[in-house]
């Protein structure tokens, strides 16, 4: 069964600095997807990046970027420059790949989240 | 405008009154799911469907139903709920399941005295 741990409940960050956002995943598989979202206090879920996991390269997305670390099994998320309205919760979730004779392909893990407070 | 709605937005019921919460997309997207969100546990997945008739349970389907009739719409039906089920409930769909993005919907808040 796949695993998803962010081991930050929350992080405080100044604003117009950098801050890293961590999550390690734990899956057998070797097909996999892996995806951060951003929860604002009115409740909606905003997909911010995506790497997969055969992807060489870290996923980047203007101010965001996903630090893969393929062997450490970690996903952390850097948001560069950050802004007062980058105030949020995060999430990091991952999505099982497609499988020989696998019945979760679909299924999307997701871990519990990072309450992320900029300060002015 | 590509949207997933939601309805009801918020719903305060009584255990063992069943409801419906309905998803609808307007992207012709194969894939949709259904989550909880509950404090400190993230968002778990109920079900989820691949396509019109494949649905297939996610981590928590326990006191569930969904059905996929059609490809834009994806209800979840609570045939008897109980108080335990009280929680944020979010539908997402993207246009397959291999795709990067999910869209999800806004939310429906559900309360289960």
Redo the contacts between chains.
């Keep these: 069964a796949q695993k998803?741990t962010?081991t930050q409940p929350g992080m405080f960050v100044q604003e117009k600095e950098a801050v890293t956002l961590d999550c390690t995943y734990d899956t057998s598989d070797q097909s996999y997807?892996l995806?951060w979202?951003k929860q604002p206090s009115s409740?909606?879920?905003?997909?911010l990046i995506?790497q997969?996991s055969y992807d060489e390269q870290n996923a980047t997305e203007g101010r965001y970027s996903l630090n893969f670390q393929k062997a450490r099994k970690s996903a952390n998320l850097v948001i560069s420059a950050s802004q007062l309205g980058d105030s949020a919760m995060y999430?990091c979730?991952m999505?099982e790949?497609?499988q020989a004779g696998g019945?979760?392909?679909?299924?999307?893990?997701?871990?519990?989240?990072t309450i992320l407070t900029v300060h002015p | 405008e590509a949207q997933v709605t939601q309805n009801p937005r918020y719903l305060i019921t009584v255990t063992g009154k069943k409801l419906t919460v309905t998803c609808s997309q307007n992207m012709n997207h194969e894939y949709m799911s259904w989550y909880r969100q509950d404090p400190g546990l993230g968002l778990r997945q109920i079900y989820y469907s691949m396509n019109v008739e494949v649905t297939d349970k996610g981590d928590v389907p326990e006191g569930y139903k969904v059905s996929r009739k059609e490809k834009r719409n994806f209800p979840l039906i609570l045939e008897s709920p109980s108080p335990n089920q009280t929680s944020l409930y979010f539908c997402a769909s993207s246009l397959w399941t291999g795709d990067e993005t999910q869209y999800f919907g806004p939310g429906t808040r559900l309360l289960v005295l």
């Design positions: 998803i962010q997807g995806f979202y409740g909606e879920m905003i997909f995506y997969g999430f979730a999505r790949g497609p019945t979760s392909y679909g299924k999307l893990t997701f871990g519990q989240g």
